[in-house]
T-cell receptor, first 112, second 116 residues
């Protein structure tokens, strides 16, 4: 059983469309990170959220941390082909903040 | 480039052989992590170090796997008597401690291991 679930597992959209991917858990996290990974490369950190209800924006990407710090979402506006990749959420548990647990990822494909 | 580096990027080996991978973290980072990632999955925690001390090792890690960080700088991950199930991407990450964010990890490009 995954401690962090991500949905959808796969997403294929046309360039210019909007999308939201989700990261859910029954556990409380002291912080949550989103990474993007391209094939054959390591994950690249996009953002960290630490406060329940926090919203952060990174250009066309909007990240939200749930009020109870058990879930998060990533919304992309006007997707571009360069957004294609594997989006991973990762959380540091309150009980073990120095070890990060990764979700299985959402594979996004943006078609021109 | 002051990012995390890993060597080699690709390794093909025959079943039963030993392999060793190297990771050089960002120089001022004192935490170093090893992960394994298979296709379609997120990174799976293997072990981590603070300076030269190995603080935790995953229960999923068999005794064929060993990691060292002898001087608190670079680290090596050795797999003895490789099996086909060891085929995966092995990722290294580092993070600073004392900056309030030990959970923010910076990854290297990974070593792709194929066991034939």
């Amino acid at each position: 059983t995954q401690l962090l679930e991500q949905s959808p597992q796969f997403l294929s959209i046309q360039e210019g469309e909007n999308l939201t991917v989700y990261c859910n858990s029954s556990s409380v996290f002291s912080s949550l990170q989103w990474y993007r990974q391209e094939p054959g490369e390591g994950p690249v950190l996009l953002v960290t959220v630490v406060t329940g209800g926090e919203v952060k924006k990174l250009k066309r990407l909007t990240f939200q941390f749930g009020d109870a710090r058990k879930d998060s979402s990533l919304h992309i506006t006007a997707a571009q082909t360069g957004d294609t990749g594997l989006y991973l959420c990762a959380g540091a548990l309150e009980t073990s903040y120095d070890k990060v647990i990764f979700g299985p990822g959402t594979s996004l494909s943006v078609i021109p | 480039d002051t990012g995390v580096s890993q060597d080699p990027r690709h390794k093909i080996t025959k079943r039963g052989q030993n392999v060793t991978f190297r990771c050089d973290p960002i120089s001022e980072h004192n935490r170093l992590y090893w992960y394994r990632q298979t296709l379609g999955q997120g990174p799976e925690f293997l072990t981590y170090f603070q300076n030269e001390a190995q603080l935790e090792k995953s229960r999923l890690l068999s005794d064929r796997f060993s990691a060292e960080r002898p001087k608190g700088s670079f680290s090596t991950l050795e797999i003895q008597r490789t099996e086909q199930g060891d085929s995966a991407m092995y990722l290294c990450a580092s993070s600073p401690v004392g900056a309030g964010r030990p959970y923010e990890q910076y990854f290297g490009p990974g070593t792709r291991l194929t066991v034939t």
